[in-house]
């Protein structure tokens, strides 16, 4: 008998959480470190406030994340007379 194991491993990133004076002063190693996978808590006074992290890039969102959210009025891609006025120099300026 043939035992088949699929193991799967989760990266995690690693946390460190810096004050935002440390921070300012080394940014340019943080964002190399950030670049590498690394993310970072910003604090203020030893408090978090804000996240350093990679960007999560890749793949398109796929279209209809908005669907039935936004309503088009039915002339929406009706001439407006007064813009097609200033278009043909006959318009107010």
């Known amino acids: ?3 088949s194991v699929n193991v799967v491993i989760f990266k995690t990133m690693k946390e460190t959480m810096i ?3 440390q921070a ?3 940014l340019s190693e943080y964002a190399r470190r950030v ?3 690394e993310r970072f808590i ?3 006074r030893n408090k978090p406030f804000a996240e350093l ?3 999560q890039v890749g793949g398109r969102r796929p279209f209809g994340l908005a669907r039935g959210r936004i309503r088009l009025p039915e002339d929406f891609n ?3 007379p007064e813009i097609e006025r200033l ?3 006959t318009g107010r300026r």
């Open 53 to 55: 992290r990679p960007l």
């Open 78 to 80: 009706a001439p407006d």
């Open 24 to 26: 300012k002063a080394r």
């Open 1 to 3: 008998m043939t035992l």
């Open 19 to 21: 004050n935002i004076g």
């Open 87 to 89: 278009f043909e120099g």
């Open 42 to 44: 910003l604090c203020d």
């Open 35 to 37: 670049k590498n996978g």
